[in-house]
């Protein structure tokens, strides 16, 4: 049987993150990806040079294509940018009530160009986050979202809660900014679960958000609970992470073409 993932996001020109990043890892689990894109993206290493969005019902369009044809097993939702193309996209997955929605509720880029408009937030909390089985934000998302700092496990574990009231089903708070090791933090409404890693000093870092939330998504497609996909997911982002080409003049891109044999 094939398992297929449908990616919702913005199109990166450099290919180490969004729809670009979200098919190769789709690609690395054995997952057939499929892609709607939402915004046309002038990005490198160094940053954002410009935005081209997508109209609303077009990629309403998109996703009636894939979803009336081919179908997924799981979608991962990444760029939305604006709220128009937030009620597109929520407007579509109420229709069809696809399984195993992941978010990643992407604000900004590496370097904090902004991928989000600000006053699309509540829209994306609002319309998105109770369709969505996992919501993965990083840090400063997670503050963001929270309406806190987190500079301790207690606030931690506070935001992971407050996030989770919005509406997904379990809340997953990235590690990468936070501690001395780059635990992540798993919620569905019973304990707080680490999911212990290991921190790697580097620079190839352009797209990690996007590849963690591609591969959790794909595992699910796999048949994966949210939790084992979350270690599945993490192991995945160590490897592509460490294992990463020396590309670009900034935050390079990961490796996308590791070994998946042992995460499911």
């Known amino acids: 049987m094939v398992r297929k993932a449908l990616t919702i996001a913005g199109s990166d020109a450099s290919g180490g993150a969004g729809i670009e990043a979200d ?20 990005e490198n ?28 097993d799981a979608v991962k939702l990444g760029m939305l ?38 006053e699309a937030r509540d829209a994306l909390v609002e319309q998105i986050f109770p369709l969505a089985d996992v919501v993965t934000p990083n840090l400063n998302e997670a ?5 806190g700092r987190i500079e301790t496990d207690t606030d931690l ?13 379990s809340v ?16 569905d409404g019973e304990a707080v679960v680490p999911i212990p890693g290991k921190r790697i000093r580097t620079t190839s ?29 993490k192991k995945f982002i160590e490897k592509a992470i460490e294992t990463a080409p020396a590309l670009g003049k900034g935050f390079g891109p990961l490796n996308h073409d590791t070994d998946t044999g042992s995460l499911f």
Request: net charge negative; charged share 20%.
């Open 205 to 233: 870092t352009h797209g990690t958000g996007c590849t963690f939330s591609s591969a959790l998504a794909a595992l699910m497609a796999r048949g994966l609970s949210a939790k084992d996909a979350a270690a599945g997911a």
């Open 23 to 42: 098919i190769k890892t789709f690609q690395a689990f054995g997952v057939y990806g499929a892609a709607v894109i939402t915004a046309v993206v002038a």
């Open 157 to 169: 574990e506070e935001a992971l809660r407050t996030i989770r009231s919005k509406g997904p089903g």
């Open 45 to 72: 290493t160094t940053g954002v040079q410009g935005i081209f969005p997508i109209p609303p019902e077009f990629v309403s369009l998109q996703i009636r294509s894939v979803l009336d044809d081919i179908g997924a």
């Open 81 to 118: 940018f604006d709220e128009g193309i937030i009620g597109a996209v929520a407007g579509e997955l109420r229709k069809y009530r696809p399984s195993n929605i992941v978010v990643d509720p992407v604000m900004m880029a590496k370097n904090g160009d902004p991928l989000l408009k600000p």
């Open 143 to 147: 503050e963001a979202l929270s309406g």
């Open 172 to 187: 997953i708070i990235k590690g990468g900014h936070y501690g001395e090791d780059a635990v992540d933090y798993f919620y």
